[in-house]
């Protein structure tokens, strides 16, 4: 009895740190319904860590704004994208292609993978970056037709030397 008692004890404290619980579980503070009011349907999973439900969203990169805000493109559940911005913690880094960069210096598009907090909204911690497709290479215009000739200037040269000539003979009139 008391090895079984000690065993359920032992998981119960190893599987407390990462729960995982279901979207519809999480009970969203209202402060976070009054910023993001569908941010129940951009839910991903939920695990609980600490006895504190944190959500994974998904979302693109816009850009950074001061102080510590972040603009994003949240994916929903039904594929559609919504605009928000999101608190960061000060100083935080982002895991970039493998490089260690802040918010300010990651470029727009990366696709982000995070959890934010049930009570709150705002970037808890990331577990994911990885850059958006890059756009395809513009192809190179074909060259443009020589279409120019050197005809306009030789009439143009003629007009000039007609013009001069006419004002050379009435100036030697007077």
Same mark, same amino acid.
């Given at each position: 009895? !008391?090895?079984?008692?000690?065993?359920?004890?032992?998981?119960? @404290?190893?599987?407390?740190?990462?729960?995982?619980?279901?979207?519809?579980?999480?009970?969203?503070?209202?402060?976070?319904?009054?910023?993001?009011?569908?941010?129940?349907?951009?839910?991903?999973?939920?695990?609980? !860590?600490?006895?504190?439900?944190?959500? !994974?969203?998904?979302?693109? #990169?816009?850009?950074?704004?001061?102080?510590? !805000?972040?603009?994003?493109?949240?994916?929903?559940?039904?594929?559609?994208?919504?605009?928000?911005?999101?608190?960061?913690?000060?100083?935080?880094?982002?895991?970039?292609?493998?490089?260690?960069?802040?918010?300010?210096?990651?470029?727009?598009?990366?696709?982000?993978?995070?959890?934010?907090?049930?009570?709150?909204?705002? @970037?808890?911690? @990331?577990?994911?970056?990885?850059?958006?497709?890059?756009?395809?290479?513009?192809?190179?215009?074909?060259?443009?037709?020589?279409?120019?000739?050197?005809?306009?200037?030789?009439?143009?040269?003629?007009?000039?030397?007609?013009?001069?000539?006419?004002? #050379?003979?009435?100036?030697?009139?007077?």
């Amino acid at each position: 009895m !008391k090895k079984t008692l000690a065993a359920s004890l032992l998981v119960s @404290v190893f599987a407390a740190p990462a729960m995982a619980a279901d979207c519809s579980d999480v009970t969203w503070h209202q402060d976070v319904l009054a910023q993001y009011p569908s941010v129940a349907n951009a839910c991903q999973e939920v695990i609980e !860590k600490e006895g504190k439900k944190y959500v !994974k969203l998904k979302a693109e #990169f816009v850009r950074y704004r001061e102080p510590h !805000k972040i603009q994003l493109e949240v994916l929903e559940q039904d594929g559609n994208k919504v605009s928000q911005t999101v608190s960061v913690k000060p100083g935080a880094t982002i895991n970039a292609g493998g490089n260690q960069v802040g918010w300010d210096a990651l470029p727009r598009g990366y696709d982000l993978e995070f959890y934010v907090p049930e009570d709150r909204f705002e @970037v808890d911690e @990331v577990i994911s970056a990885t850059p958006a497709p890059a756009p395809a290479p513009e192809a190179e215009p074909a060259a443009l037709p020589k279409t120019a000739s050197w005809l306009p200037a030789l009439g143009l040269l003629g007009l000039v030397l007609l013009g001069a000539g006419q004002l #050379f003979g009435r100036r030697r009139k007077q």
